[in-house]
């Protein structure tokens, strides 16, 4: 999010989802689009199917890869270097849009000068992606008058996250091809309303709606409505707070609907940093594995006991009707919250749902004109939305960034946090199934989900089982400088040497034990994507 | 014996239902406020606007065979000791569609042999079906194909047909029968003119439909033949696993059983919707998989085209065209049938 705000003035989708039907070109990075958003996948394929060209870069073959016109399997952690070839080849081809640069971006030369420095020799030894193919993708993407980049946490989840995605930004300027219809940029969101909880501020730096924590008047607007002072301070990152360890600076955590323990990297130090807090309430639909360390654990009520909103990966606004009463003890989290904060001595009395809505549109421009009467009967309206009147905005930016000018900043290659050495000789990539959802908290309680995948697969080329004496379906224990996990083995054409992947829906297997606290120094995203491990049959 | 022919005047309809909603639960399709249009249980007719104008989103076959339901209660503490649970409810569905009655028949077969399956009976007993003739076929209706509509030829209990201001009703079954009888004064003699219209209409009907789908033929080919493994892996590549094609057909009755405890020694038997696409389906416990993802789909095409054809004389889709709306890889049953008849 960082990234896109830094050159556009706005972190989210560019674009709406049924935009993508009518791209020309496609390229999806650090995305399995097809099990993690299979009703964005569609789209994909359905502008396939229509004669539009895929491209996809992602050190796996995924099934979208397998329909592919190109496929750039990169080694995991060198999207910057990849992009930057691919931008050289563009400025060679002399397919950089010149006139878009002009008139809706600043400091083109700063990146212009680094490309120029670039070897494409260097770079394919680097990413491992053939030169030919590199140009075959590079020259798809600028030629085509209408290219979206779609890209997933295997961009956003490296120690260069922030980076990253400045880089795709820069190739979207570089091209022209943003501020349009069927052309731009779009970060897949991975839950339902992660759009909505960060237009929310559950950010650590800035009011509700990305507004600044030190604008004096924007602290007053607040100041005025909560009756409170707003804190200059920001907050702290999550894995600043999970990773803080037993030392006392964090006494204190209440956590709603996440499962720390199985979804933050290096389980082990967020566990003693759980363990030693003076107090700990979690707020979650089922006992999760955070919730038993819990002091105090507030049964929530599910999507289907409540009515609100939701904001999904296309800043849709959308209205999720109560279809049944809240059961036994559960309560939304709404009224969880007001009746802690009214006991805490602050109250916050709201007649109804609405009512919240209708502070919300107060104070947050962009949802100014969200209002719960206008969203009950409808799909939804995108923001920004800024009065009554207005019928929401399909794609940003259209006539300028929301930050003036597009703004681009070149980026370096970076080597992973943890390359793999001659004791942990692979790479370890986490990511999603189809049949899951992230910890497992409610799709394991599923029946028929559960017998679809009910156990952690260890995907690995035949080479590397080969070298380990592994077995299709063997179980086997991965290791890495954290921890240690056992799974099974899946032997896969689809996964390439030297790299392994598993997903972090199992707490019998937490991968999250095995993974780096390493981040991105501005998003304070965690790099799931790669850390070095190593691999053994466990002899029965 | 020609089947009793009368005319009900629409004015009559409301109080009709209401009489015959007084010793059953009366089930309907209504447009809830979400525009959904769903067969829906109606407890206050007068208070209730049915609709007859849209396609129900599902078929019956949730009020037979429920997603989900205990059909057994278990007790571990003296030996096993199993008691079954059966749900009967008397009731008489209104308005349904020529393709979703054709797939109770269809059911009523599948769960009676080769034993009689008494959960589904016991739902299943004491209901009548008033069905609608359908005039005008739905966008994705290709029953005239699966030769299920669009207008009944047997098995219900009364057909009802749009005149306009009324509807012309056939009795086929003693249900529909007695309910004339008990009924009559709602109803009056149908002339020779109304019966030539209703003809009239079915007629119109056959051609009216905008898809033209070869069932026939491709059940031809079926019988004879293989399908080229291009068309189960092109399909399967697209398939998203997601059982909708199977949850909402109407003849599509796989179930999963499980128990879920309760108490240490006590638990319920829940059996519940399955669909043949899922892997899980027939992966064994080695985790090896007969039948591999390519073929993900083959099961339930040849299920329902090649083997129900061998096995009962005719294909067991009935062309409600649900799968069609709900597939969201287009790998529906219609692709399917295209690929093969112009392979």
New interface residues.
């Given amino acids: 999010m960082a990234g896109l705000a830094t050159a556009f003035g706005s972190g989210a989708m560019t674009n709406s989802i049924n935009e993508l039907e009518d791209v020309d070109v496609v390229i999806v990075s650090g995305s399995n689009t ?1 099990e993690a958003h ?2 964005i ?2 789209r994909i ?2 502008a396939v199917d229509r004669g539009a060209k895929l491209i996809v870069i992602d050190p796996r073959r995924t ?1 979208l890869a ?2 592919a016109h190109v496929h750039l399997a990169l080694r995991p952690g060198t999207d910057i270097a990849l992009l930057n070839g691919m931008m050289r080849i563009i400025l060679d081809e002399g397919l950089a849009d010149d006139h878009f640069i002009e008139m809706r971006t600043e400091n083109f030369i700063a990146l212009r000068d680094q490309l120029f420095k670039i070897d494409l020799d260097e770079i394919a030894a680097i990413t491992g992606v053939d030169r030919q193919l590199m140009h075959t993708a590079a020259c798809l993407y600028a030629r085509a008058y209408k290219s979206t980049f779609c890209y997933c946490l295997g961009i956003t989840q490296h120690i260069c996250g922030t980076n990253n995605v400045q880089t795709i930004a820069n190739m979207a300027m570089l091209t022209g091809n943003v501020e349009k219809e069927n052309a731009g940029v779009d970060p897949l969101r991975g839950q339902n309303n992660v759009q909505g909880a960060c237009d929310m501020a559950a950010l650590p730096a800035c009011l509700p709606g990305y507004q600044s924590l030190a604008d004096m008047q924007i602290r007053q607007k607040f100041k005025q409505c909560w009756g409170v002072d707003v804190p200059l301070t920001p907050g702290r990152t999550v894995l600043d707070m999970t990773h803080s360890g037993h030392n006392g600076t964090l006494r204190g955590m209440f956590v709603m609907g996440e499962n720390p323990i199985l979804s933050d990297p290096d389980q082990t130090k967020v566990q003693a940093t759980l363990e030693g807090l003076d107090f700990l309430a979690v707020s979650d639909i089922f006992l999760t594995e955070t919730a038993q360390l819990a002091h105090v654990v507030f049964p929530a009520a599910s999507f289907a006991e409540k009515s609100g909103t939701v904001t999904n990966s296309e800043r849709r606004v959308q209205y999720m ?1 109560q279809v049944i009463e809240p059961i036994g003890e559960c309560k939304p989290d709404s009224t969880i919250i007001a009746e802690l904060a009214e006991r805490m001595g602050y109250e916050m009395y709201y007649e109804s749902m609405a009512e919240v809505m209708e502070e919300i549109a107060l104070l947050i421009p962009i949802y100014g004109g969200m209002h719960h009467d206008r969203l009950r ?1 409808s799909w939804g309206l995108q923001w920004p939305c800024p009065n009554r009147d207005h019928p929401g905005t399909p794609f940003l930016h259209k006539h300028y960034f929301s930050g003036g000018k597009g703004h681009f900043t070149p980026a370096q290659h970076q080597e992973p946090f943890e390359p793999p050495g001659d004791a942990f000789p692979l790479t370890l990539i986490t990511g999603r199934i ?2 899951h959802y992230h910890t497992g908290t409610m799709t394991r309680r599923c ?2 989900l559960n ?2 995948s009910d156990k952690a697969l260890l995907q690995i080329n035949p080479v590397d089982a080969t070298t380990s004496a592994i077995r ?2 063997d179980l086997v224990e991965l290791t890495s400088r954290r921890g240690t996990i056992r799974l ?1 083995a899946q032997i896969s054409e689809d996964i390439r040497p030297g790299q392994v992947y598993t997903t972090f829906h199992f707490s019998e297997a937490p991968v999250n034990l095995l993974t780096t606290g390493a981040a991105d120094p501005i998003a304070k995203c965690p790099e799931f994507k790669v850390c070095a491990v190593k691999v053994a049959r466990v002899e029965s | 014996m020609k089947e009793t022919t009368v005319i009900l005047a629409k004015d009559n309809l409301q109080g009709l239902l209401r009489k015959l909603g007084r010793d059953k639960s009366l089930v309907a399709p209504v447009t809830n406020q ?1 525009g959904d249009t769903l067969y829906t249980e109606i407890t206050d007719i007068d208070g209730t606007e049915l609709d007859l104008s849209k396609q129900p989103q599902a078929s019956l076959k949730g009020f037979f065979f429920p997603q989900q339901e205990v059909i057994q209660t278990y007790d571990t503490t003296a030996g096993y000791e199993f008691t079954p649970q059966r749900h009967i409810q008397p009731t008489l569905f209104f308005g349904v569609r020529s393709c979703d009655l054709h797939a109770v028949l269809y059911m009523d077969m599948i769960f009676s042999s080769p034993e009689r399956d008494d959960a589904y009976f016991a739902r299943r007993q004491d209901t009548t079906i008033i069905t609608l003739a359908c005039t005008t076929p739905f966008a994705n209706c290709f029953c005239n194909a699966t030769g299920s509509g669009p207008f009944m030829e047997y098995g219900y209990d009364l057909q009802l047909t749009d005149l306009g201001d009324r509807f012309l009703v056939e009795a086929g079954r003693q249900q529909g029968e007695q309910i004339l009888q008990a009924w009559g004064h709602f109803f009056e003699p149908a002339t020779e003119e109304d019966v030539q219209l209703q003809y009239q209409l079915s007629l119109e009907a056959g051609g009216r439909f905008q898809r033209k789908v070869e069932v026939e033929h491709a059940c031809r080919i079926l019988a004879s033949g293989e399908v080229d493994e291009q068309i189960w892996q092109q399909l399967s ?2 398939c ?4 909708g094609c199977a949850y909402v057909c109407p003849t599509c009755t796989c179930f ?1 059983i ?1 128990d879920a405890q309760q108490e240490p020694s006590k638990g319920e038997r829940i059996r ?1 919707w ?1 669909a043949c696409t ?3 389906f027939t992966r064994m416990a ?2 090896h998989n007969p039948i591999n993802s390519d073929h993900a789909l083959q099961r339930r095409f040849l299920h329902k085209l090649k083997y129900d054809v061998e096995k009962h004389g005719k294909p067991s889709c009935v062309g409600c065209g649900r799968c069609v709306d709900i597939c ?3 790998v529906d049953i219609t692709t399917f049938i295209e690929a093969v008849v112009e392979d």
């Fill in positions: 097809t299979p009703q996948a569609r394929l359905a099934a397998q329909e009707h009967s189809y049949h029946a028929s017998r679809e299709n379906g099974w | 979400w590549a697209r998203a696993d997601c059982g999963n499980r519940s399955d899922f892997s899980g080695g985790g969201f890889g287009h």
